[in-house]
């Protein structure tokens, strides 16, 4: 088990993501054995989904950090996390994932770590291997997870079984919680992990690890041919990560088109696409009318104007609260939703004269809590350089915005509940800054 960390740079500093379960706790305590050897900075972090009660995995984790000495950040996901996961047409579990992963990482810039460790082992990924291969999820999926992944998140265990972990954490005598909904037979995974598994480790004792390398090498095989597929899609038109105009010639047909349609797909939503989206998207294609369209999940809109694919993200804008916790002077950036917002400390401003992606607020404490939303129904606003109010929905209409796009203009609003910013359209007359004083500057863009 010892090997299997090894890839760490000496020095570096790293964010241990540890729910109070087993495996997370074992990858804690090896992490902080190695931490010394390695002179590794090391910061747990837990994320506390909001959906059933924590207190015990808080006690855990907390203890634990204590006697070793190490950093450890408890995050929160906004509330309604399952009337966001109804309008992404996503599982409550997938949904929970997207936003864990987002707060881990937003910890992990706001920290200038070197990435983030996570625990899934070799268990986990024949069963995410099970799962893709149940759903048609084709290459992409049956490849599992990466144990390094864009060189900034580390799987160190994925080449460990859960019973290795186990052995361990009780020959260590190390505390840790089992989460009640693991022995739940609804989910998918959970049915897998109770009735496939065992079988597995019937039929051979060490099969799952042996699959587990199995999904190493498929998953090597996935990258090279993801290469291939993203230089065709690259002759068949423009991609970003928010929308893609692709030829539908350019996609070729048959086996081709479904490789290319796939990698498409996994490219643009965070989680590979299930059997039946990619037949839709044959459909789609394969359509007489001139123009039609499909919504997929992850609020991704599939539209074939003639001989044209567009593929596109929404950004439309989702409550939620932006945690600014400043250290003056700092620059801090958050990713919300398909935004990036940064703010920036500027003792002394010298100048005001800015574009419509960035504005300047005046500084009234040292930590704030900060909203970046869509505009409420009804809302008013003072604009920059008027007395009266008037209604935010009559300044997007003034600024030409359409109305099915008005929620995703992003609104940015303070502490206090004050709106700031309709951001790119209209400064307001709250907290404005004048030469010489102290300011945040606020800059906004979409994520790529």
Partial sequence: MWQTTSGFGTGQRLVIAVSGGIDSVVLLHVMSTLASNLNLSLIAATVDHGLRPFEKEKAVIGEFCRSHGIPWKLLGLAPGIEERARLKTASIEMQCRVERYEALQQLVAQESAAGLVLAHNADDQVETAILALLRGTGIQGLGGMRRVRDGAIWRPF?????????????RHELSFVEDPTNAEDGPLRNRIRHAVMPSLGKLESDAVLKMARSCRVIGEERDAVSTLLDAQLELAGECTSQRCDLSVDGLSKGPLRRLLLHRLLHRMAP???????????????????????????????????????????????????????????????????????????????????LDEKRAWVSVEDSAETWQLRGAEPSERVTPFGMEGSRLVSDILVDAKVPKGRRREVPILVDTRGRVLWIVGIKRTNERLVRIGEAGWLVSIETAR
Avoid: C, M
Wanted: charged share 30%; net charge negative; aromatic share 8%.
């Fill in 271 to 353: 989680y590979p696409p299930e059997e039946k989206h990619l037949r839709l998207l044959d459909e789609l294609l394969d359509s007489t009318k001139g123009s039609a369209s499909i919504s997929l999940p992850f609020g991704l809109e599939a539209t074939r104007e003639y001989n044209r694919l567009i593929l596109t993200r929404s950004t439309q804008v989702e409550d939620g609260i932006v945690p600014l916790r400043w250290r003056i002077p700092t620059e801090e950036r958050f990713q919300v939703g398909a935004w990036v917002l940064t703010v920036h400390f500027v003792d002394r401003v010298d100048d005001l004269v």
């Fill in 158 to 170: 994925l080449e460990v079984s859960r019973e290795a972990i186990t052995t361990y954490a009780a």
